[in-house]
């Protein structure tokens, strides 16, 4: 979880908001694919641990501020909401899991696939996305 919030704040770093906004979601779906529990870390809650889930609710917090630069700098679709994240996280694992000893990197088009579907200009509106609630339900599968 530390690392994940390490990285969140090194993405913000960049001085280009959308390559930061792209170097993020690719080194999660990359730790993804090397760790299968990470999977369960990004897309799961675990309400027993208080610390943990706020650590987390920081870390998307700074996600938020994240996407907010990529949206101001012109690069990422306005339509791009912080629940879409999980949903590509959920996406990637996935990927993973079903060409992990076939094709071990397929994982990589299909984040850069994403990625180029969030920049903008965009090419048409995306369905509505799923709500916070939703998602938090989403995230609590067991």
């Not at 529990?37 to 799961?44: C, E, I, P, R, S």
């Not at 101001?72 to 694992?93: C, H, Q, S, Y």
Request: charge should be negative; proline fraction near 7%; glycine fraction near 4%.
């Amino acid at each position: 979880m530390r690392d994940y919030a390490d990285a969140t704040e090194e993405a913000l770093a960049f001085e280009d908001p959308w390559e930061g906004f792209c170097w993020y979601v690719e080194r999660l779906c990359q730790w993804q694919a090397g760790d299968h529990g990470f999977t369960d870390v990004l897309t799961m809650t675990f309400p027993t641990s208080t610390e943990f889930e706020e650590l987390r609710d920081r870390t998307f917090l700074r996600f938020r501020e994240l996407t907010k630069r990529a949206k101001k700098a012109g690069r990422l679709r306005r339509d791009f909401t912080t629940e879409d994240l999980p949903l590509i996280l959920m996406a990637n694992a996935g990927v993973v899991a079903a060409s992990r000893s076939a094709a071990p990197d397929a994982w990589r088009r299909v984040v850069h696939l994403i990625l180029q579907a969030l920049e903008t200009p965009a090419h048409g509106p995306l369905p509505k996305p799923p709500t916070p609630d939703q998602m938090r339900l989403a995230m609590e599968r067991r």
